[in-house]
């Protein structure tokens, strides 16, 4: 028996190998799809570490959350993000030690400029001024190992007086701040050859 499409005629035979032949192009495409997906997650997990779990919980789904972490790194691909130069950097470091060595009389303070060094860094970096979640995505895309730290120690910084914190979670604060600043600090270049290693 013959069918017609379109003007021609196909035999049963010509149809049942159209329809194979359509069916493994369909799989062969939604297999490739599934591929680039997993490749694409793994990519982004591995990239972005806690920040990828954190990016499915606030978003709700996979999906939103690795779409918005491409975001991130559109947004920040566009930023003029630059090293330190030597004279800037020797700056920082000797604010950071001025800074740390006011801890022990005044540990409130002291991360409260931790904090203020850490954005007054990030700016001279490149980095735009924004509020903490936007600058924080920011900081994610090249430095994703310590946006864990930056949230805890940000959390504490800028914690109402009404609110103390403990001598020891100021502790935390400033251990996690000192960590931040040496991976903002170091040469981008130094970085990538040591987690290349």
Not at 60 to 75: C, M, N, P, Y
């Amino acid at each position: 028996m013959d069918y017609q499409f379109m003007g021609h005629y196909f035999s049963n035979t010509q149809l049942i190998v159209a329809i194979v032949i359509l069916a493994v192009v369909i799989l062969v495409a939604v297999a490739a799809y599934i591929q680039y997906r997993r490749t694409r997650t793994q990519k982004l997990r591995s990239k972005f570490g806690s920040e990828y779990d954190r990016a499915i919980v606030t978003h709700g789904s996979t999906h939103k959350a690795e779409a918005r972490l491409a975001d991130r790194e559109t947004r920040v691909e566009a930023l003029k993000i630059r090293e330190l130069g030597a004279t800037e950097r020797d700056r920082f470091v000797a604010e950071w030690h001025t800074v740390q060595s006011r801890f022990v009389d005044h540990p409130k303070a002291a991360v409260t400029e931790a904090d203020d060094l850490v954005n007054s860094l990030l700016e001279v970096r490149g980095y735009p001024r924004a509020n903490f979640e936007q600058r924080a995505a920011d900081i994610s895309v090249h430095y994703p190992r310590v946006m864990e730290s930056y949230r805890v120690a940000h959390s504490i910084a800028v914690r109402p007086a009404n609110v103390e914190a403990t001598t020891e979670e100021l502790r935390t604060a400033m251990i996690k701040y000192r960590a931040i600043f040496d991976d903002l600090i170091v040469e981008q270049k130094t970085v990538e050859v040591r987690t290349a290693a």
